[in-house]
């Protein structure tokens, strides 16, 4: 299944790939493949833009702003001012995840 | 004396799913069942309804799958009791070594986000079990969903160790170390079933249901309010129709919505709930004859508002499933937002009309 199009903000500068494959290793969307021992980019409307491989790759060769894909989430984040946070750990806040 | 003293301790301190002990170069751990107990089956059925999710932690330390040597993989988790269970239950007949860490009793994914499951608390949880010195290799196993919040390169740097990200689920890890830690792409990537759909729809339609009280006791009043007062009984007759569309909004979104997801056209999820409240709406409609369908005021109220509310409630399952980024959902709200709240300000209004009308005012 695929979200909204267009929307993702995973940047990608294959120039400081080295080829190392994290990316790929981590991402659970299928995003990158490995190609000629440098990341590619498969798809990137598939990215859910959870930080993972941005997290893993020690070349700054990627970018994400990762954060939580979860209405109740950023509705709170929208009110309080905050940075939406997934609620999972207090019963009172958003039931995601 | 000992003996009473030797059973106070196993009762006290030694959880269900633990079956033994076992000492190590570094000290005794225990040795993990991979059977469950009446207890956990329930406890699985009771986290997925939302009943105790979250207060049922498994102590954070190294444990022992099987018969581990200092030779065997090194599997890391969180302290989510479900996932912990799902996890000893897949190791079974693999002999590893199994580390958890303390996500304050969260799934590995949200706590990756969250920052509970990180490079730090790795690498305190692997120096605090002398991990260093139970194995004499220098790989670990994290799971993959876990990688949100480790960064490997920091724990080779900080450790030695080097860090492979393992299959999404815990059933693919014998397969995954059997191929000598190489995934293939179904293993790495995650999917969203509608079983796996069906089990998380309970989580969304608690909520709801949780707030639906207060759209009850608003319809009643606003059906009973009367020129000599609040009437129950036109409280009930004309407040009815307009709960029982209430649950089928809420039933539209939290239900079947998510169910039928990759069925439903279009890709944003206020769409996707829109349209099946509307389905869901006409579906039921016939069912109320004469008062709401007679109303044309009442009537375009309701059809103005319920759909809107299953678009609402649709949106909410973006937090349960495994495909929707911040982005898009941001996208979602900045559209969805001023028009939830205009088309129930407009629904209102048209009750109120209705209501002016029915006591003779106009």
């Known amino acids: 299944m695929k979200y909204l199009l267009h ?71 929208l009110l309080t001012g905050s940075e939406p946070t997934c609620g999972c750990g207090d019963r009172a806040a958003s039931n995601c995840c | 004396m000992r003996a009473a003293q030797t059973l106070k301790f196993i009762k006290k301190e030694v959880p269900p799913y633990v079956s033994g002990t076992m000492s190590t170069t570094a000290g005794s751990v225990f040795r993990i069942s991979s059977d469950w ?49 799902i996890l000893r239950r897949e190791l079974k007949g693999l002999n590893v070594w199994l580390l958890v860490l303390d996500t304050k009793g969260i799934n590995v994914w949200c706590a990756a986000g969250k920052g509970t499951f990180s490079t730090d608390e790795l690498i305190s949880r692997m120096s605090a079990t002398k991990l260093g010195e139970v194995v004499d290799h220098r790989r670990i196993i994290v799971p993959q969903l876990g990688a949100v919040g480790v960064n490997a390169a920091e724990v080779q740097k900080r450790t030695g160790f080097r860090v492979f990200f393992g299959p999404v689920l815990a059933k693919d890890l014998p397969s995954y170390i059997e191929a000598g830690y190489t995934k293939t792409k179904e293993m790495s990537t995650i999917r969203f079933p509608m079983m796996e759909r069906i089990i998380l729809t309970p989580m969304e339609i608690n909520p709801a249901m949780k707030k639906f009280p207060w759209f009850a006791c608003g319809v009643l009043f606003v059906f009973g309010l009367q020129p000599s007062g609040i009437l129950f009984k036109s409280a009930l007759s004309g407040g009815m129709p307009f709960l029982a569309l209430g649950l089928t909004s809420v039933l539209a979104g939290a239900f079947l919505t998510p169910v039928l997801l990759p069925f439903v056209p279009f890709r944003s999820f206020a769409v996707k709930g829109w349209i099946i409240g509307v389905l869901s709406m006409l579906a039921v409609m016939p069912l109320f004859g004469p008062s709401v369908q007679g109303e044309i005021l009442l009537l375009v109220a309701s059809w103005l508002f319920f759909p809107a509310m299953s678009s609402y409630i649709a949106l909410q399952f973006t937090g349960s499933t495994n495909f929707t980024g911040m982005s898009g959902v941001k996208k979602e709200l900045k559209i969805g937002i001023p028009l939830y709240v205009s088309l129930a300000g407009i629904s209102l209004v048209f009750l109120m009309v209705y209501k002016i009308r029915e006591w003779g005012m106009l």
Do not use: H
């Open chain 2, 37 to 85: 107990s009446r207890a956990d089956y329930w406890g699985a059925i009771k986290s997925r309804l939302g009943a105790f999710r979250m207060n049922y932690p498994v102590s954070p330390g190294l444990y022992a799958a099987g018969e581990p040597t200092m030779g065997s993989d090194v599997v890391v988790s969180a302290n989510y009791k479900l996932s912990f269970d």
């Open chain 1, 7 to 77: 929307v993702t903000t995973l940047q990608y500068s294959s120039d400081k790939c080295a080829g190392c494959g994290r990316c790929a290793e981590v991402c659970p969307r299928g995003v990158f493949e490995m190609r000629d021992k440098r990341a590619m980019i498969m798809d990137r409307d598939l990215c859910m833009e959870c930080g993972a491989c941005a997290k893993n790759c020690d070349f700054s060769a990627l970018s994400v702003k990762a954060g939580v894909g979860c209405a109740a989430a950023i509705i709170t984040g």
